[in-house]
């Protein structure tokens, strides 16, 4: 299995950035997939999580401004990041969970102006 993030840069607080998440490896359309962040000295923590059926479900800090959607045929899941602020500066990682969780190499999003 493999996640591989990218989409990561330097974004002005107040812009947008996407996100994507290729995987390879599993059945990618049965999977819930997740974006989690971890910022310098603080835990990972979970943004956003999209199930197989498409519901989903986002940290209070992403709500009203982050949007997690998935294209099966793809494989791919994006995080669409509008109006970012310098606090969503951190590491972006794409998770899944199969009989074991996964995790991608991460993309650094820094919003600085």
């Known amino acids: 299995v493999q996640l591989q993030a990218s989409g990561g840069g330097l974004v002005q607080p107040g812009g947008s950035l996407r996100l994507s998440c290729k995987a390879s490896g599993i059945r990618f359309s049965i999977y819930e997939m997740r974006w989690f962040r971890q910022a310098p000295g603080k835990q990972r923590e979970l943004v956003a999580a999209?199930?197989?059926?498409?519901?989903?479900n986002y940290a209070e800090s992403a709500k009203g401004r982050f949007t997690i959607s998935r294209d099966n045929a793809r494989n791919t899941v994006y995080l669409q990041m509008n109006n970012p602020k310098p606090e969503d500066t951190a590491v972006y990682y794409c998770?899944?969970?199969?009989?074991?969780?996964?995790w991608g190499l991460g993309t650094q999003v820094t919003v600085s102006s």
């Open positions: 999209i199930t197989s059926g498409g519901g989903t």
């Open positions: 998770n899944t969970v199969t009989t074991r969780p996964y």
